[in-house]
Antibody, heavy 120, light 106 residues
C-alpha cells in the first residue's frame, strides 16, 4: 500500500525549532518529488515547499512565508522527507501534511498530517 | 498567481448537480488540480490537468477549463460528497490554492 506518515509535531515555543518527518512506503521514494503543506485551524490549504527528486537535482522551492526559516531535505535511503522549521512563529501553528508530488499532475498521495502548535 | 473560487459555500441536496468555479489571476494553461477535503482528513486529489479524473474517483466528478477559468462539476451529489473543495494551480511557484468551497447538505 502506498502510504505517507508524518511525525514530529508538537507544542513548541516561539523562536524555537522543530523537525517534521514524512516516512514513505509502498513506492520507490527516490523517484518522486515531495511537497509540504499546512492548514491553520479553520483555514484553507497553504503550500509550504517542495523538493525535487535527485534525478532532477533535488533542489527546493519555498513559500515566501517560510523562506529562510524552513528547510526541506530528503534521505532516499530511508524513504523520508524532512521539514526543518526554525525561528517558529505563532502563525506557523497548523496541521502539516506531506504529499507525493507529480508536478503538473497534482499531489496524489497525502499523509494524515501532524499538528504543530507554536505558543508560549 | 491568485486563485479565486466561487461560491465560498454552497448548499445542495442529494442528487443535485453542482458547479464550482476557480478563476486564476493570470493564465495557467491547464495546470490546475481539484481536491476534496473532509473534516479532520487530508485532501484527496480528484482532478488534475484541469479535466483528467484521478484513478478511483467516481465519474460523477468532472473538470473543465483552461487559461484562467476552470470549473469542477458533480453531476449527482451523493452523501459522501459533502466536503470542502479546493483548486490548486501547478503552473508556477508558489503553488497557490483557492480559498475553498464548502459544500453543505441543504
Amino acid at each position: 500500500e502506498v502510504q505517507l506518515v508524518e511525525s514530529g509535531g508538537g507544542l513548541v515555543q516561539p523562536g524555537r525549532s522543530l523537525r517534521l518527518s514524512c516516512t514513505a512506503s509502498g513506492f520507490t521514494f527516490g523517484d518522486y518529488a515531495m511537497s509540504w503543506f499546512r492548514q491553520a485551524p479553520g483555514k484553507g490549504l497553504e503550500w509550504v515547499g517542495f523538493i525535487r527528486s535527485k534525478a532532477y537535482s533535488g533542489t527546493t522551492e519555498y513559500a515566501a512565508s517560510v523562506q529562510g526559516r524552513f528547510t526541506i531535505s530528503r534521505d532516499d535511503s530511508k524513504s523520508i522527507a524532512y521539514l526543518q522549521m526554525n525561528s517558529l512563529k505563532t502563525e506557523d501553528t497548523a496541521v502539516y501534511y506531506c504529499a507525493r508530488d507529480l508536478h503538473t499532475d497534482g499531489m496524489d498521495v497525502w499523509g494524515q498530517g501532524t499538528t504543530v502548535t507554536v505558543s508560549s | 498567481i491568485q486563485l479565486t473560487q466561487s461560491p465560498s459555500s454552497l448548499s445542495a441536496s442529494v442528487g443535485d448537480r453542482v458547479t464550482i468555479t476557480c478563476r486564476a489571476s493570470q493564465g495557467i494553461s491547464s495546470y490546475l488540480a481539484w481536491y476534496q477535503q473532509k473534516p479532520g482528513k487530508a485532501p484527496k486529489l480528484l482532478i488534475y490537468a484541469a479535466s483528467t479524473l484521478q484513478s478511483g474517483v467516481p465519474s460523477r466528478f468532472s473538470g473543465s477549463g483552461s487559461g484562467t477559468d476552470f470549473t469542477l462539476s458533480i453531476s449527482s451529489l451523493q452523501p459522501e460528497d459533502f466536503a470542502t473543495y479546493y483548486c490548486q494551480q501547478l503552473n508556477s511557484y508558489p503553488r497557490t490554492f483557492g480559498q475553498g468551497t464548502r459544500l453543505e447538505i441543504k
